[in-house]
């Protein structure tokens, strides 16, 4: 039904409250208002397109689709039109005056709440026409919309506010289908009348709405600045299909992803461009940086762009990857997001589970062909994101076997990057197990004596140099039927060789002189199997604490408690025997506790901690005073 006449109406209460939010500019960023109707503009124009392609009375069919924002010095006004599909008057007064959506709804009384009890609410409300709509009351004190339905025997409509609680809905004068909004600013909005802010703003949020967005700016004497000027790019360059671009066109909008500017040596690694359409339809294009982001580590870091039919709805969106892919960069643009719900519900989204879902299985994939194809590469990656990586082992637990199968490290064996399934087929016959050591820095952990007997008998040992190491080995129990043994811990139990069969019997002496004179230092003393050159280690009992797990937590101000560890000794070597020699021959020898310290002082020395530095050079020096003769 259509009037002549003008009619005075009241905002529903909803949208009073929601106007009452918006005039009192609770927008975490006012500029979002230009966004919100790029936005419906831009939809308009998508309905009068899909309209058209089965109504062959549609009002100016072939009406060329285009944007149109025109800044007025001299008026004040920033006006926004479109060649839309337009509103009839019933359309304009219900879309203008209601808030018809449950979602929005539940976010209104949610942010009423948070108002009440002293907080900031955040109507970041992602545009629809009729709900993003209002956020141009933060910046203009009267709006005036014409608006001229694209539908047979419609007439053009005139809605004006100041965002009082009321509305007029009057005649219009427009020839031609679409929507024109005058926004008056307030004296407080007059720089959105700058060409260059409206420029930044376009192409900060809009500049890849496929419709072109022309600029017309006047200044305050009537001069024309810019006519017509087209301000966004309109295609956006990951909707191209992928057999147009070449790798040098991906590596120029990589540049972009990153900020416009990239370092020599930050190429991307590898790139991932999904188009995908079920169950949600939404298009990726995700990139490996070269280098790691500086962010890696802070919790403000920097995520995925999120689009919305090419419209910027979230600059850093940190729910569509897992943590431990939280150095992949790039963009994700959804047909299927919702449009008219906050950006708290908008993570909740059941829709950003399904695009979580597929883009962590694909950018596995992703890893898992570069790191088949392109090893080379692989390998940089991992020195990069390697320990990120190994964090979606303990928390991952749905890709748990994909992260096992990605997982490098370097051995005993020499310094090159092995998968666990390399060092699995690289076993000799007869290793019973997959050994490892972790500890603070590969060069601490490759001088540690608890390699010796691995090394004697040819089993590599993997290389656990970083904190993460200690939680990876506590969800990757076994891989393949291997158990994952650790040589700093337990009675190691590696086959013994015809040259090194330990008899336990052979330093008994030592053994219970030791574990005599260290009872208050250590829990026990034994024969170790584990020795080949070296004199003694100390080694933690199986499945405990690890010593290098006990200095993360100490370092991470955790308490950790008191304990003793186990001291073995080797049989073979010259100093543990002669020290059984004298603990048999003359058990009451004053030497033999000097000799007993320096075994536990050179196990701690080998690890890097000696407990008492200044008794291990008494010891020391009293020792070399006893065999060097002047």
């Known amino acids: 039904m259509t009037t002549s006449r003008e009619e005075k109406h009241e905002f529903k209460a909803e949208v009073s409250a929601l106007l009452r939010l918006v005039t009192n500019s609770l927008y975490t960023n006012r500029e979002i208002f230009l966004r919100e109707l790029v936005s419906n503009a831009s939809d308009a124009l998508d309905k009068a397109r899909f309209q058209g392609l089965t109504d062959t009375n549609l009002r100016d069919r072939h009406e060329k689709a285009q944007i149109k924002v025109s800044a007025d010095h001299g ?217 790691p982001p500086a962010d890696l580590f802070q919790e403000d870091r920097k995520a995925l762009q999120l689009y919305a039919r090419r419209v910027v709805v979230m600059e850093s969106c940190d729910k569509l990857l897992p943590g431990y892919l939280r150095f992949v960069r790039g963009v994700v643009d959804s047909e299927d997001l919702p449009l008219n719900v906050s950006r708290e519900m908008l993570q909740e989204h059941s829709a950003l589970t399904q695009i979580r879902r597929q883009l962590t299985r694909k950018v596995l994939k992703l890893l898992e062909g570069i790191a ?10 991992w020195d990069n994101y390697g320990a990120v990586l190994k964090e979606g082992i303990h928390t991952d637990s749905t890709h748990h076997d994909e992260l096992v199968e990605l997982l490098r490290y370097r051995t005993s064996a020499d310094d090159k990057l092995v998968s666990l399934a390399q060092y699995v087929e690289s076993m000799p016959e007869g290793q019973p197990a997959i050994y490892y050591i972790t500890g603070e820095s590969l060069a601490a952990v490759a001088r540690s004596p608890h390699l010796e007997a691995c090394r004697a008998r040819g089993y590599q040992v993997l290389y656990m140099a970083d904190p993460i190491d200690e939680w990876v080995v506590q969800d990757l129990s076994e891989y393949k039927g291997k158990k994952l043994v650790s040589v700093t811990q337990g009675d190691l139990d590696i086959p013994e060789d015809d040259a090194h069969k330990h008899d336990a019997g052979a330093i008994a002496a030592a053994v219970d002189k030791s574990k005599e004179l260290l009872t208050d230092k250590v829990k026990d003393v034994r024969v170790s199997k584990r020795l080949r050159e070296s004199a003694s280690c100390l080694v933690d009992d199986s499945g405990g604490l690890s010593r290098n797990m006990e200095r993360i937590l100490k370092m991470a101000r955790q308490d950790v408690p008191a304990r003793q560890r186990i001291l073995e000794l080797n049989p073979e070597h010259p100093f543990v025997q002669a020290v059984d020699k004298l603990a048999r021959e003359a058990p009451g020898d004053d030497r033999l506790g000097t000799y007993v310290e320096l075994l536990y002082d050179q196990a701690a020395l080998a690890e890097g901690q000696v407990p008492d530095p200044a008794g291990l050079l008494k010891r020391f020096n009293s020792v070399l005073s006893g065999t060097i003769k002047i």
């Open 75 to 291: 008026r004040g006004v920033l006006t926004i039109e479109d060649t839309g599909v337009g509103m009839t008057r019933d359309e304009i007064a219900l879309n203008l005056g209601t808030i018809a959506h449950s979602g929005t709804l539940k976010f209104l009384e949610q942010a009423r709440a948070q108002q009440e009890s002293g907080q900031k609410p955040d109507l970041n409300l992602i545009g629809q026409f009729g709900v993003g709509f209002y956020s141009a009351f933060m910046v203009a004190d009267r709006i005036d919309v014409t608006s001229f339905s694209a539908g047979e025997g419609a007439e053009p409509v005139h809605w004006s506010s100041t965002g009082d609680g009321t509305f007029t809905v009057g005649p219009g004068q427009r020839s031609t289908r679409g929507t024109t909004i005058e926004l008056h600013l307030k004296p407080d909005a007059k720089e959105f009348l700058d060409r260059w802010k409206i420029e930044g703003i376009i192409k900060r949020y809009s500049n890849y709405v496929v419709h072109p967005i022309l600029l017309k700016v006047v200044d305050d004497k009537g001069n024309t600045e810019v006519d017509g000027k087209q301000i966004n790019d309109a295609t956006a360059f990951w909707m191209r299909p992928t057999r147009e671009l070449t790798d040098a066109d991906y590596t120029e909008f990589y540049k972009h992803v990153m900020g416009g500017f990239v370092l020599p040596g930050d190429e991307p690694l590898g790139h991932l461009h999904l188009h995908a359409d079920a169950p949600i339809q939404f298009v990726a294009l995700l990139y490996i940086p070269g280098k």
């Open 372 to 381: 088949k194809d392109k090893p080379e590469t692989y390998e940089k990656i």
